[in-house]
């Protein structure tokens, strides 16, 4: 680790590992006079499940955002599967097999979940060009079975299903598509403790298959624990600490967070003074 802009932070270097699927270096994005994202170095290793925190505003989701297609950074690299990767839209990145599951799902509540399943590449029938809806709810029913969730009824409208029923069928859709690599926007929110649990067996077994590598934002440090075999600390745009969960603990996260914190409110209570001794 290296000394940043800032005096008081860290900023993990470039690090790789042999079986790494995803690299970003030294990647920096900013909007107008804003700077979401600094000096971002991160990598993500086949079947690995990748923690992603931070404060609002940190640079979490625009991190995703870029991985994704749909934000194209200022500056940096990345790489894929061992190839250079920059991709000019999420439909590139999907085909690339990266593909993400934002917090708002991103389904049509009044379609069944078999239509939600298949939004956007429904098969047809040929030579007259009418959805195969037998197909769709074959498949939907394969999808769902494969990765161990159980919706009794996937011809009824998804708005009818809890919210760790939906969250599964979002990530079902992405897993079904071929993505090898997902990105999960807090995927826990709004959850009670039983939805959640849900897609944190999902998850598992997700993981334990080995064919697809996750990178999570999340806020709860339970969750982080639960579900995740490395954790990524994102503090002012840059990533301030890069540990496995096995070693680290929910107590050095609060105290990196709190530190941060305390120093923010000593800086703004020095620039106050500054501005009115000058004033």
């Known amino acids: 680790m290296a000394e940043s802009a800032h005096s008081y932070e860290t900023v993990v270097e470039p690090t790789s590992a042999p079986d790494d699927v995803l690299r970003l270096e030294h990647i920096s994005k900013s909007f107008g006079p804003i700077t979401a994202v600094r000096d971002i170095n991160l990598h993500l290793r086949k079947g690995e499940v990748l923690g992603l925190l931070g404060d609002n505003g940190a640079g979490k989701s625009t991190v995703v ?23 000019r839209s999420v439909d590139e990145a999907r085909r690339h097999g990266v593909d993400t599951v934002y917090q708002d799902l991103a389904l049509i509540d009044q379609l069944s979940v078999y239509r ?97 590598s996750i990178v999570m934002i999340l806020h709860n440090y339970v969750h982080v624990f639960a579900a995740c075999d490395r954790v990524n600390l994102i503090q002012d745009g840059v990533i301030a600490l890069d540990k496995p969960t096995s070693e680290t603990s929910i107590e050095e996260l609060t105290d990196i967070v709190v530190e941060q914190y305390r120093r923010a409110r000593q800086e703004a209570a020095m620039e106050a003074e500054r501005q009115r001794l000058a004033s």
């Open 116 to 212: 939600n399943l298949f939004l956007h590449r429904e098969p047809l029938h040929r030579p007259i060009p009418l959805f195969d809806n037998g197909r769709m709810q074959r498949e939907a029913r394969d999808a769902l079975d494969d990765i161990g969730i159980s919706i009794p009824r996937i011809d009824v409208p998804v708005a009818r299903l809890s919210g760790g029923q939906r969250q599964a069928i979002a990530v079902a859709r992405t897993v079904s598509s071929d993505a090898d690599i997902l990105l999960l926007d807090e995927p826990l929110a709004a959850m009670g403790a039983k939805e959640g649990g849900q897609i944190l067996d999902l998850i598992q077994r997700l993981k334990k298959s080995g064919d697809v």
């Open 65 to 87: 955002k870029i991985i994704c297609g749909f934000h194209r950074p200022d500056g940096g690299e990345m790489w894929l599967k061992g190839e250079p990767y920059a991709p």
